[in-house]
């Protein structure tokens, strides 16, 4: 009467894929080097990674507000000096916001010149 189970037969419980890796074999692995590339996301709340690893990740990372980085998103750039711009380059019309974005700009440099800070 070995195996006694109202669920099922025993010979389901003995599978080798259910079995876990002898310590030696995980001794031998670079666990962190393992996977894809780009396979972890920073921001994924749940990706699996240790908080030691996902610091390690950042240390590489640049810090795209510093300014000796250099330009990390053209759109946000163009955003900057035109608010509809990133929708027409891509072929959209510019949104309502973008359209009352871009009025507020204009009547805040018009003010400017007024005030003969801007040229």
């Known amino acids: 009467m070995s195996g006694q189970s109202s669920v099922g037969d025993r010979s389901i419980y003995e599978a080798g894929d259910q ?4 310590l030696s074999e995980l001794k031998e692995r670079a666990r962190y ?3 894809q590339t ?3 996301q920073n921001l994924d709340s749940k990706d699996g990674r240790s ?4 610091l ?5 990372k640049s810090d795209p507000s510093h300014h000796h980085n250099g330009v990390q998103n053209q ?3 163009f955003s900057k000096q035109d608010p509809t711009k990133p929708a027409q380059l891509h072929g ?3 949104s309502k916001g973008a359209k009352i974005d ?3 700009q204009a009547e805040d440099e018009q003010r400017l010149r007024e005030k003969g800070i801007k040229k």
Request: charged share 25%; net charge negative.
């Open 38 to 40: 780009h396979s972890h």
């Open 102 to 104: 871009a009025e507020l």
């Open 51 to 54: 908080i030691a690893n996902k």
């Open 75 to 77: 759109e946000a750039e």
């Open 56 to 60: 390690a990740s950042q240390e590489h």
């Open 92 to 94: 959209n019309a510019p």
């Open 33 to 35: 080097a393992e996977g």
């Open 19 to 22: 079995r876990n890796p002898p």
